[in-house]
């Protein structure tokens, strides 16, 4: 039994919960015999300059 994981390069966010990233599929002695869907577990919101810097500063404040 082979398992194929197929997956683009990157994604770009925003990405809904849900959303088909990619498919895994499955084979017997070369015979495709599943494919199932890979779909976002959660919301994944895009990251602004304003959210980068903010987590910045709280992984400083948490080092301390």
């Known amino acids: 039994i082979t398992r194929t994981i197929h997956l683009p ?3 770009e966010a925003p990405i809904t919960a849900g959303e088909k990233l990619g498919e895994i599929t499955v084979s017997c002695d070369g015979s495709e ?5 890979l779909v976002a577990g959660k919301d994944v919101e895009r990251l602004t300059v304003w959210m980068a810097f903010t987590r910045l500063l709280s992984q400083f ?3 301390d």
């Open 9 to 11: 390069e990157s994604v």
């Open 61 to 63: 404040r948490l080092s």
């Open 33 to 37: 015999i599943g494919c199932v869907d």
